[in-house]
Protein backbone atom coordinates (compact mmCIF):
# COMPACT_ATOMS: atom_id res chain seq x y z
CA UNK A 1 0.00 0.00 0.00
CA UNK A 2 1.78 3.40 -1.13
CA UNK A 3 1.62 6.10 1.37
CA UNK A 4 0.40 9.35 0.28
CA UNK A 5 1.39 11.46 3.54
CA UNK A 6 5.62 11.90 3.31
CA UNK A 7 7.99 11.61 6.10
CA UNK A 8 10.99 14.09 7.18
CA UNK A 9 13.14 13.27 9.30
CA UNK A 10 15.69 15.53 11.15
CA UNK A 11 19.84 14.25 10.67
CA UNK A 12 21.62 14.68 13.67
CA UNK A 13 24.43 12.18 15.72
CA UNK A 14 21.95 9.60 15.82
CA UNK A 15 21.28 9.75 12.07
CA UNK A 16 24.29 10.81 10.73
CA UNK A 17 26.08 7.78 9.06
CA UNK A 18 25.08 5.85 5.94
CA UNK A 19 24.21 2.80 6.89
CA UNK A 20 21.49 4.41 9.40
CA UNK A 21 20.36 6.86 6.76
CA UNK A 22 19.85 3.81 4.31
CA UNK A 23 17.52 1.95 7.46
CA UNK A 24 15.83 5.32 7.74
CA UNK A 25 14.97 5.71 4.20
CA UNK A 26 14.14 1.69 3.87
CA UNK A 27 11.76 2.42 6.56
CA UNK A 28 9.99 5.43 4.75
CA UNK A 29 11.67 8.45 4.63
CA UNK A 30 10.87 11.18 1.80
CA UNK A 31 12.79 14.14 2.81
CA UNK A 32 16.08 14.59 5.42
CA UNK A 33 15.87 18.36 7.05
CA UNK A 34 19.38 19.52 7.44
CA UNK A 35 19.47 21.67 10.52
CA UNK A 36 21.49 24.50 10.13
CA UNK A 37 21.97 25.60 13.29
CA UNK A 38 24.79 23.04 14.08
CA UNK A 39 27.59 22.21 11.70
CA UNK A 40 29.87 24.04 9.23
CA UNK A 41 29.45 24.21 5.52
CA UNK A 42 31.88 21.53 4.89
CA UNK A 43 29.54 19.41 7.56
CA UNK A 44 26.41 19.92 5.51
CA UNK A 45 28.29 19.35 1.83
CA UNK A 46 29.61 15.78 3.14
CA UNK A 47 26.22 15.31 4.63
CA UNK A 48 23.93 15.68 1.48
CA UNK A 49 26.28 13.82 -0.71
CA UNK A 50 25.79 10.87 2.03
CA UNK A 51 21.98 11.44 2.55
CA UNK A 52 21.89 11.08 -1.63
CA UNK A 53 24.22 7.86 -1.35
CA UNK A 54 22.02 6.20 0.86
CA UNK A 55 19.37 7.18 -1.18
CA UNK A 56 20.52 5.49 -4.12
CA UNK A 57 21.80 2.67 -2.54
CA UNK A 58 18.30 1.98 -1.83
CA UNK A 59 17.09 2.35 -4.62
CA UNK A 60 14.58 5.64 -3.67
CA UNK A 61 14.59 9.07 -4.11
CA UNK A 62 15.19 11.33 -0.80
CA UNK A 63 14.21 15.34 -1.07
CA UNK A 64 16.62 17.68 1.06
CA UNK A 65 15.69 20.39 3.48
CA UNK A 66 17.94 22.93 4.56
CA UNK A 67 16.60 24.65 7.74
CA UNK A 68 18.04 28.29 8.12
CA UNK A 69 18.48 28.72 12.08
CA UNK A 70 17.16 32.36 11.99
CA UNK A 71 17.93 34.87 14.54
CA UNK A 72 19.37 33.47 18.16
CA UNK A 73 16.96 35.13 21.10
CA UNK A 74 18.91 33.02 23.53
CA UNK A 75 20.36 33.39 26.87
CA UNK A 76 24.08 32.86 27.17
CA UNK A 77 26.43 30.32 29.63
CA UNK A 78 26.29 30.15 32.82
CA UNK A 79 29.40 29.58 34.99
CA UNK A 80 27.79 25.93 36.48
CA UNK A 81 26.16 25.28 33.04
CA UNK A 82 22.74 26.19 34.74
CA UNK A 83 20.38 28.14 37.74
CA UNK A 84 17.70 27.34 39.81
CA UNK A 85 15.05 29.89 39.48
CA UNK A 86 12.18 30.09 42.32
CA UNK A 87 8.69 32.45 41.87
CA UNK A 88 9.60 35.86 43.62
CA UNK A 89 13.22 35.88 42.49
CA UNK A 90 14.66 38.86 40.71
CA UNK A 91 16.72 37.53 37.69
CA UNK A 92 18.78 40.08 35.24
CA UNK A 93 18.97 39.43 31.72
CA UNK A 94 21.98 41.44 30.38
CA UNK A 95 22.79 42.50 26.91
CA UNK A 96 26.31 43.66 28.20
CA UNK A 97 26.89 40.78 30.01
CA UNK A 98 30.40 39.51 28.64
CA UNK A 99 31.31 36.96 31.71
CA UNK A 100 29.64 33.69 32.21
CA UNK A 101 25.82 33.93 34.17
CA UNK A 102 25.15 33.16 37.81
CA UNK A 103 21.95 33.20 40.12
CA UNK A 104 21.62 37.22 39.63
CA UNK A 105 22.40 37.28 36.02
CA UNK A 106 23.31 36.38 32.58
CA UNK A 107 24.12 37.40 29.21
CA UNK A 108 22.24 37.37 25.90
CA UNK A 109 22.75 36.32 22.38
CA UNK A 110 20.46 39.24 21.01
CA UNK A 111 21.53 42.62 22.20
CA UNK A 112 18.22 44.52 20.70
CA UNK A 113 16.32 42.86 23.30
CA UNK A 114 15.86 45.53 26.02
CA UNK A 115 15.01 47.45 23.00
CA UNK A 116 12.03 45.09 22.30
CA UNK A 117 10.52 45.27 25.98
CA UNK A 118 9.32 47.15 28.53
CA UNK A 119 7.89 46.97 32.30
CA UNK A 120 4.83 44.65 32.09
CA UNK A 121 5.86 42.64 29.21
CA UNK A 122 6.36 38.73 29.61
CA UNK A 123 8.91 36.43 28.83
CA UNK A 124 9.05 32.80 28.83
CA UNK A 125 12.69 31.00 28.41
CA UNK A 126 13.12 27.50 27.59
CA UNK A 127 10.02 27.10 25.50
CA UNK A 128 7.98 28.42 28.11
CA UNK A 129 9.04 26.49 30.70
CA UNK A 130 10.37 29.37 32.68
CA UNK A 131 7.77 32.87 33.06
CA UNK A 132 9.21 36.29 33.63
CA UNK A 133 7.44 39.37 34.15
CA UNK A 134 9.90 42.42 33.53
CA UNK A 135 9.88 44.89 36.19
CA UNK A 136 12.06 47.47 34.77
CA UNK A 137 14.49 48.06 31.65
CA UNK A 138 17.88 49.81 32.77
CA UNK A 139 20.11 50.90 29.88
CA UNK A 140 21.06 46.90 28.91
CA UNK A 141 19.51 45.65 32.11
CA UNK A 142 16.23 43.92 31.92
CA UNK A 143 15.44 43.10 35.52
CA UNK A 144 12.41 40.54 35.91
CA UNK A 145 10.81 38.83 38.39
CA UNK A 146 10.47 34.65 38.36
CA UNK A 147 6.53 34.19 38.30
CA UNK A 148 7.40 30.38 36.97
CA UNK A 149 10.61 29.21 37.85
CA UNK A 150 12.61 25.86 37.17
CA UNK A 151 16.04 24.95 35.99
CA UNK A 152 17.59 27.68 33.81
CA UNK A 153 20.62 26.35 31.39
CA UNK A 154 22.90 27.49 28.89
CA UNK A 155 21.59 28.90 25.65
CA UNK A 156 17.70 28.72 26.42
CA UNK A 157 16.22 30.14 24.33
CA UNK A 158 13.73 33.43 25.15
CA UNK A 159 9.91 34.73 23.70
CA UNK A 160 8.04 37.60 24.51
CA UNK A 161 4.24 36.18 25.01
CA UNK A 162 2.20 37.83 22.15
CA UNK A 163 4.98 37.97 19.93
CA UNK A 164 6.95 42.06 19.22
CA UNK A 165 10.24 40.96 19.30
CA UNK A 166 12.14 42.72 16.10
CA UNK A 167 14.90 40.36 15.22
CA UNK A 168 15.30 39.91 11.48
CA UNK A 169 14.47 36.79 10.14
CA UNK A 170 17.72 36.77 7.90
CA UNK A 171 20.79 36.92 10.13
CA UNK A 172 24.42 37.28 8.40
CA UNK A 173 24.80 33.92 9.36
CA UNK A 174 21.47 32.94 7.57
CA UNK A 175 22.73 34.92 4.21
CA UNK A 176 25.26 32.89 4.00
CA UNK A 177 24.37 29.56 4.72
CA UNK A 178 21.88 30.30 1.77
CA UNK A 179 24.85 29.92 0.06
CA UNK A 180 25.58 26.81 1.10
CA UNK A 181 21.99 25.45 0.81
CA UNK A 182 23.04 26.20 -3.11
CA UNK A 183 25.78 24.60 -3.46
CA UNK A 184 24.18 21.38 -1.95
CA UNK A 185 20.83 21.82 -4.00
CA UNK A 186 18.95 21.60 -1.26
CA UNK A 187 15.00 21.18 -3.01
CA UNK A 188 13.73 23.65 0.67
CA UNK A 189 14.86 26.14 2.39
CA UNK A 190 13.40 26.80 5.67
CA UNK A 191 13.07 30.25 6.70
CA UNK A 192 12.73 30.45 10.33
CA UNK A 193 10.92 33.43 12.39
CA UNK A 194 9.71 35.09 8.81
CA UNK A 195 7.12 37.90 10.00
CA UNK A 196 6.17 39.04 6.79
CA UNK A 197 5.72 38.31 3.25
CA UNK A 198 9.08 40.67 2.61
CA UNK A 199 11.30 38.04 4.89
CA UNK A 200 10.22 35.30 2.25
CA UNK A 201 10.54 37.70 -0.97
CA UNK A 202 14.43 38.46 0.29
CA UNK A 203 15.28 34.59 1.24
CA UNK A 204 14.13 33.67 -2.70
CA UNK A 205 16.01 36.45 -3.81
CA UNK A 206 19.05 35.47 -2.33
CA UNK A 207 18.65 31.98 -3.53
CA UNK A 208 18.84 32.99 -6.78
CA UNK A 209 21.96 35.28 -6.71
CA UNK A 210 23.44 32.17 -4.92
CA UNK A 211 22.60 30.19 -8.20
CA UNK A 212 20.25 27.91 -6.37
CA UNK A 213 16.69 26.66 -7.17
CA UNK A 214 15.53 25.56 -3.84
CA UNK A 215 11.57 25.90 -2.95
CA UNK A 216 11.16 28.51 -0.09
CA UNK A 217 9.12 27.49 3.10
CA UNK A 218 7.98 29.52 5.78
CA UNK A 219 8.05 28.68 9.48
CA UNK A 220 5.22 29.71 11.33
CA UNK A 221 6.56 30.07 14.78
CA UNK A 222 6.23 33.95 15.46
CA UNK A 223 3.15 35.80 16.30
CA UNK A 224 3.21 38.54 13.96
CA UNK A 225 3.14 35.66 11.04
CA UNK A 226 -1.14 34.66 12.18
CA UNK A 227 -2.01 38.06 11.46
CA UNK A 228 -0.70 37.75 7.42
CA UNK A 229 -0.54 34.34 7.42
CA UNK A 230 -1.98 34.53 3.99
CA UNK A 231 0.32 37.12 2.47
CA UNK A 232 3.35 34.94 3.84
CA UNK A 233 1.93 31.81 2.31
CA UNK A 234 1.72 33.68 -0.77
CA UNK A 235 5.10 34.65 -1.10
CA UNK A 236 6.26 30.70 -0.40
CA UNK A 237 6.03 27.44 -1.78
CA UNK A 238 5.24 25.78 1.27
CA UNK A 239 5.24 26.30 5.21
CA UNK A 240 5.96 24.72 8.26
CA UNK A 241 3.48 24.78 11.44
CA UNK A 242 6.00 24.83 13.27
CA UNK A 243 4.53 24.54 16.95
CA UNK A 244 7.21 25.05 19.84
CA UNK A 245 7.85 28.27 19.26
CA UNK A 246 4.24 29.53 18.27
CA UNK A 247 2.77 27.87 21.32
CA UNK A 248 4.93 29.49 23.44
CA UNK A 249 4.00 33.01 21.83
CA UNK A 250 0.57 32.72 21.05
CA UNK A 251 -0.07 30.24 23.62
CA UNK A 252 -0.93 26.52 23.55
CA UNK A 253 -4.66 25.68 23.30
CA UNK A 254 -4.66 28.13 20.05
CA UNK A 255 -2.13 25.88 18.00
CA UNK A 256 -4.32 23.37 17.17
CA UNK A 257 -6.73 25.23 15.63
CA UNK A 258 -4.04 27.18 14.11
CA UNK A 259 -2.66 24.16 12.90
CA UNK A 260 -5.89 23.52 11.21
CA UNK A 261 -6.64 26.92 10.20
CA UNK A 262 -2.52 26.58 8.07
CA UNK A 263 -3.40 23.26 6.71
CA UNK A 264 -6.12 24.54 4.87
CA UNK A 265 -5.45 28.15 3.67
CA UNK A 266 -1.81 26.34 2.71
CA UNK A 267 -4.01 23.45 0.45
CA UNK A 268 -6.19 26.12 -0.80
CA UNK A 269 -3.30 28.08 -1.97
CA UNK A 270 -1.70 24.90 -3.76
CA UNK A 271 1.23 25.37 -1.31
CA UNK A 272 2.85 22.43 0.29
CA UNK A 273 2.66 22.17 4.23
CA UNK A 274 4.71 20.20 6.86
CA UNK A 275 3.16 19.22 10.73
CA UNK A 276 6.37 19.54 13.17
CA UNK A 277 6.77 19.67 16.48
CA UNK A 278 6.88 16.92 19.14
CA UNK A 279 5.20 14.37 17.20
CA UNK A 280 6.83 11.38 18.49
CA UNK A 281 8.85 13.15 21.28
CA UNK A 282 8.56 10.15 23.63
CA UNK A 283 10.15 7.77 20.89
CA UNK A 284 13.21 10.01 21.82
CA UNK A 285 13.60 7.37 24.89
CA UNK A 286 10.98 5.11 24.30
CA UNK A 287 10.57 1.86 21.06
CA UNK A 288 6.66 2.60 21.20
CA UNK A 289 4.86 6.07 20.82
CA UNK A 290 2.01 7.30 23.63
CA UNK A 291 -1.32 7.14 22.69
CA UNK A 292 -1.68 10.79 22.65
CA UNK A 293 1.30 11.34 20.01
CA UNK A 294 -0.84 8.76 17.99
CA UNK A 295 -3.47 10.55 17.91
CA UNK A 296 -1.61 13.62 17.56
CA UNK A 297 0.49 12.09 14.02
CA UNK A 298 -3.26 10.75 13.04
CA UNK A 299 -5.10 14.42 13.31
CA UNK A 300 -2.43 16.21 10.96
CA UNK A 301 -2.93 13.41 8.24
CA UNK A 302 -6.61 13.97 8.47
CA UNK A 303 -6.08 17.92 8.69
CA UNK A 304 -4.24 17.22 4.94
CA UNK A 305 -1.43 17.72 5.73
CA UNK A 306 1.45 16.86 3.16
CA UNK A 307 4.05 15.23 5.64
CA UNK A 308 5.06 15.17 9.52
CA UNK A 309 8.06 15.55 10.34
CA UNK A 310 11.00 14.22 13.22
CA UNK A 311 13.18 16.49 15.11
CA UNK A 312 15.25 15.13 17.82
CA UNK A 313 13.48 11.59 17.17
CA UNK A 314 15.86 10.88 14.32
CA UNK A 315 18.32 13.29 15.13
CA UNK A 316 19.79 12.30 18.64
CA UNK A 317 16.89 9.65 19.56
CA UNK A 318 17.54 5.98 20.55
CA UNK A 319 15.21 4.86 18.23
CA UNK A 320 15.58 6.20 14.90
CA UNK A 321 14.37 3.66 12.54
CA UNK A 322 11.24 2.54 15.06
CA UNK A 323 10.28 6.07 15.11
CA UNK A 324 9.70 6.06 11.15
CA UNK A 325 8.41 2.76 10.95
CA UNK A 326 5.97 3.60 14.01
CA UNK A 327 4.64 7.14 11.90
CA UNK A 328 4.28 4.59 9.11
CA UNK A 329 2.05 2.68 10.32
CA UNK A 330 0.03 5.90 11.99
CA UNK A 331 -0.09 7.40 8.47
CA UNK A 332 -0.93 4.55 6.73
CA UNK A 333 -3.91 3.97 8.81
CA UNK A 334 -4.89 7.68 8.98
CA UNK A 335 -5.32 7.43 5.33
CA UNK A 336 -7.93 5.32 5.38
CA UNK A 337 -10.23 7.57 7.13
CA UNK A 338 -9.73 10.12 4.63
CA UNK A 339 -13.04 11.16 2.57
CA UNK A 340 -12.16 12.02 -1.14
CA UNK A 341 -15.66 13.92 -1.70
CA UNK A 342 -13.23 17.42 -1.97
CA UNK A 343 -12.94 17.06 -5.89
CA UNK A 344 -16.41 17.93 -6.92
CA UNK A 345 -16.65 20.64 -4.36
CA UNK A 346 -13.30 22.36 -5.30
CA UNK A 347 -13.92 21.59 -9.09
CA UNK A 348 -17.58 23.64 -9.08
CA UNK A 349 -15.77 26.50 -7.57
CA UNK A 350 -12.31 26.22 -8.97
CA UNK A 351 -11.59 28.99 -12.48
CA UNK A 352 -8.42 27.70 -14.18
CA UNK A 353 -5.67 30.04 -15.87
CA UNK A 354 -3.83 27.74 -17.24
CA UNK A 355 -4.31 24.86 -19.46
CA UNK A 356 -1.78 22.52 -17.35
CA UNK A 357 -3.92 23.01 -14.23
CA UNK A 358 -6.93 22.69 -16.45
CA UNK A 359 -5.20 19.33 -17.44
CA UNK A 360 -4.50 18.40 -13.42
CA UNK A 361 -7.74 18.90 -12.44
CA UNK A 362 -9.29 16.87 -15.27
CA UNK A 363 -7.33 14.28 -14.46
CA UNK A 364 -7.98 13.92 -10.76
CA UNK A 365 -11.94 14.49 -11.63
CA UNK A 366 -11.34 11.32 -13.94
CA UNK A 367 -9.59 9.21 -12.05
CA UNK A 368 -12.17 9.88 -8.88
CA UNK A 369 -15.46 9.10 -10.84
CA UNK A 370 -14.17 6.79 -12.92
CA UNK A 371 -12.16 4.25 -10.58
CA UNK A 372 -8.89 4.00 -12.05
CA UNK A 373 -5.78 2.19 -10.30
CA UNK A 374 -3.36 5.32 -10.66
CA UNK A 375 -2.63 8.82 -12.47
CA UNK A 376 0.66 9.40 -14.40
CA UNK A 377 1.87 12.41 -15.04
CA UNK A 378 4.63 12.95 -17.08
CA UNK A 379 5.98 16.40 -15.77
CA UNK A 380 9.48 18.28 -16.54
CA UNK A 381 8.88 20.55 -13.44
CA UNK A 382 6.33 19.00 -11.43
CA UNK A 383 3.90 21.85 -11.86
CA UNK A 384 1.28 19.38 -12.78
CA UNK A 385 1.56 17.02 -10.17
CA UNK A 386 1.64 19.87 -7.61
CA UNK A 387 -1.60 20.85 -8.36
CA UNK A 388 -2.75 16.99 -8.66
CA UNK A 389 -1.35 16.47 -4.96
CA UNK A 390 -3.42 19.36 -3.59
CA UNK A 391 -6.60 17.01 -3.47
CA UNK A 392 -6.86 13.21 -2.88
CA UNK A 393 -8.69 11.38 -5.54
CA UNK A 394 -8.25 7.78 -3.64
CA UNK A 395 -5.18 6.72 -5.73
CA UNK A 396 -1.30 7.20 -6.39
CA UNK A 397 0.07 9.85 -8.32
CA UNK A 398 3.64 9.01 -10.30
CA UNK A 399 5.45 11.72 -11.35
CA UNK A 400 7.37 10.80 -14.10
CA UNK A 401 10.47 12.71 -14.98
CA UNK A 402 14.08 12.87 -16.47
CA UNK A 403 14.52 15.92 -14.91
CA UNK A 404 16.27 15.15 -10.89
CA UNK A 405 15.74 18.38 -9.39
CA UNK A 406 12.09 17.55 -10.18
CA UNK A 407 12.58 14.08 -8.63
CA UNK A 408 13.64 15.18 -5.38
CA UNK A 409 11.26 18.27 -5.22
CA UNK A 410 8.17 16.17 -5.72
CA UNK A 411 9.32 13.54 -2.41
CA UNK A 412 6.81 16.68 -0.22
CA UNK A 413 3.88 16.39 -2.43
CA UNK A 414 1.44 14.34 -0.48
CA UNK A 415 0.33 11.38 -3.02
CA UNK A 416 2.92 11.84 -5.23
CA UNK A 417 6.21 9.25 -5.85
CA UNK A 418 8.85 10.27 -7.73
CA UNK A 419 10.20 7.90 -10.97
CA UNK A 420 13.35 9.00 -13.16
CA UNK A 421 12.46 8.40 -16.73
CA UNK A 422 13.68 9.25 -19.46
CA UNK A 423 12.58 8.79 -23.57
CA UNK A 424 14.07 10.46 -26.58
CA UNK A 425 10.71 10.99 -28.31
CA UNK A 426 9.09 13.70 -29.87
CA UNK A 427 5.64 11.57 -30.24
CA UNK A 428 3.72 11.77 -26.67
CA UNK A 429 2.06 8.52 -28.03
CA UNK A 430 5.63 6.73 -28.03
CA UNK A 431 6.49 8.84 -24.85
CA UNK A 432 2.65 7.50 -23.14
CA UNK A 433 3.42 3.91 -24.00
CA UNK A 434 6.95 3.15 -22.70
CA UNK A 435 5.86 4.87 -19.58
CA UNK A 436 3.14 2.24 -19.44
CA UNK A 437 5.43 -0.66 -19.93
CA UNK A 438 8.03 1.22 -17.09
CA UNK A 439 4.90 1.14 -14.33
CA UNK A 440 4.63 -2.63 -15.18
CA UNK A 441 7.61 -4.00 -15.11
CA UNK A 442 7.95 -1.60 -11.79
CA UNK A 443 5.08 -3.87 -10.20
CA UNK A 444 2.79 -0.62 -9.44
CA UNK A 445 0.11 -1.51 -12.41
CA UNK A 446 -1.07 -5.00 -13.97
CA UNK A 447 -2.49 -6.14 -17.29
CA UNK A 448 -6.14 -4.81 -17.48
CA UNK A 449 -6.07 -1.72 -14.67
CA UNK A 450 -6.93 1.54 -15.78
CA UNK A 451 -5.05 4.44 -15.70
CA UNK A 452 -5.31 8.28 -16.12
CA UNK A 453 -2.21 9.58 -17.87
CA UNK A 454 -1.02 13.42 -18.46
CA UNK A 455 1.66 14.92 -21.28
CA UNK A 456 2.52 17.80 -23.25
CA UNK A 457 2.62 17.65 -26.73
CA UNK A 458 5.61 19.40 -26.73
CA UNK A 459 7.90 17.32 -25.25
CA UNK A 460 10.65 17.92 -22.95
CA UNK A 461 9.40 21.78 -22.06
CA UNK A 462 8.25 22.49 -18.67
CA UNK A 463 4.81 23.59 -18.22
CA UNK A 464 2.79 22.69 -21.35
CA UNK A 465 1.01 19.75 -19.83
CA UNK A 466 -2.34 19.94 -22.50
CA UNK A 467 -3.17 16.27 -23.05
CA UNK A 468 -4.89 14.29 -20.65
CA UNK A 469 -5.76 9.97 -21.81
CA UNK A 470 -7.50 6.99 -20.02
CA UNK A 471 -5.92 3.82 -20.88
CA UNK A 472 -6.15 0.57 -19.71
CA UNK A 473 -3.01 -1.04 -19.48
CA UNK A 474 -1.97 -3.72 -21.81
CA UNK A 475 -4.41 -2.49 -24.94
CA UNK A 476 -1.22 -1.04 -26.62
CA UNK A 477 0.19 -4.61 -27.07
CA UNK A 478 -2.86 -6.07 -28.31
CA UNK A 479 -3.01 -4.18 -31.42
Not at 427 to 436: H, I, K, M, Q, Y
Request: net charge neutral; with cysteine; hydrophobic share 45%.
Amino acid sequence: MLRRTKIVATLGPASSSQKVLEQLISAGVDLVRMNFSHGTAQDHMARAETVRAAARACGRVVGILADLQGPKIRVRKFENDKIILNPGDTFILDAEWDALGNQERVGLDYKELPKDVSKGSVLLLNDGMLEFDVVEVKGSEIVCKVVRGGVLSNNKGINRKGGGLTAPALTEKDMEDIKTAALIKADYLAVSFPRSADDMKLARKLMHEAGGKSLMMAKIERAEAIPVLGEIIDASDAIMVARGDLSVEVGDAAVPGLQKRMIKMARARNKLVITATQMMESMITNPIPTRAEVSDVANAVLDGTDAVMLSAETAVGDYPVETIEAMVRICLKAEQEVEESEIDRRLTHTKFSRIDQSIAMSALYAASHFKVKAIVSLTQSGSTTLWMSRMNAGVPIFALTPIDSTLSKVTLFSGVHPIAFNLESKFPSEVLRAAEDELVRLGLVKEGDMMVMTIGEAIGKSGHTNTMKIVRVGDHRAE
